[in-house]
Structures are given as structure tokens and as C-alpha cells.
């Protein structure tokens, strides 16, 4: 999560516009969180970001080792993928909104 916060915050930086989409927008737009173990692969996270307009985002974490697995850390790990792959769909959107204008 730390590198999302990195990044967010070296955005901000160079901001000259109030036309970004910060990591406390995507934060906001998340209504519920779940991760999920599957059987077939226990070490491995899934993480689903659910937004308030109905979407999901999933994202996934494993360490190479099994035996390395903690699930605290996984959870973390899943969560900022999801998250990371939210970032580009969300900067669409107000791409397609600042065209229209």
C-alpha cells in the first residue's frame, strides 16, 4: 500500500489542475472488500473491490514460496493490485468527461 501512497502523493506534486484522481477518490468509491483463499492454492489472495456504482475490481497476490504465505501481508498485496487496476479505469472516466466538456 505504500507504493500507492508514493505514487498518489508524487502526483500530487506536479498537480496543476484539480483534474486528477487521487488515491482518497478511490478509496471513497469502494463499498465493500472480500478476500478469498482458493483451495486449489491457499497461499494465494484474491481481493475483491466492489464500487458504488456495482462494480468489481479484483486483485491477486502469492508469494513464489508457499511456506512464505501470510495472510495479513496477501491481503495487503491483493488489495493495492485491485486498486492499481481501478486507477486506469477511474482516469478513463474523467478523461471522457474532460473531452465533453
Same mark, same amino acid.
Given at each position: 500500500m505504500e507504493s500507492l501512497n508514493a505514487s498518489d502523493r508524487l502526483a500530487a506534486s506536479v498537480q496543476k /489542475?484539480?483534474? =486528477?484522481?487521487?488515491?482518497?477518490?478511490?478509496? @471513497? =468509491?469502494?463499498v465493500a472488500e472480500e478476500y478469498? *483463499?482458493? /483451495? $486449489?492454492q491457499p *497461499?494465494? /489472495?484474491?481481493? !475483491?473491490? /466492489?464500487? !458504488?456504482?456495482?462494480? $468489481?475490481?479484483v486483485g491477486q497476490s502469492a508469494p513464489a514460496d508457499p511456506e512464505n504465505f501470510n495472510a495479513d501481508v496477501g491481503h495487503q498485496f491483493a =488489495?493495492?493490485? @485491485?486498486?492499481?487496476?481501478l486507477w486506469p479505469l477511474e482516469g478513463y472516466l474523467l478523461r471522457e468527461k474532460l473531452a465533453a466538456e
Open positions: /489542475t484539480p483534474n =486528477r484522481i487521487s488515491l482518497q477518490y478511490l478509496e @471513497a =468509491r469502494i478469498l *483463499h482458493p /483451495t $486449489s *497461499h494465494m /489472495t484474491l481481493c !475483491v473491490l /466492489t464500487l !458504488v456504482n456495482g462494480f $468489481s475490481v =488489495r493495492s493490485d @485491485a486498486i492499481g487496476k
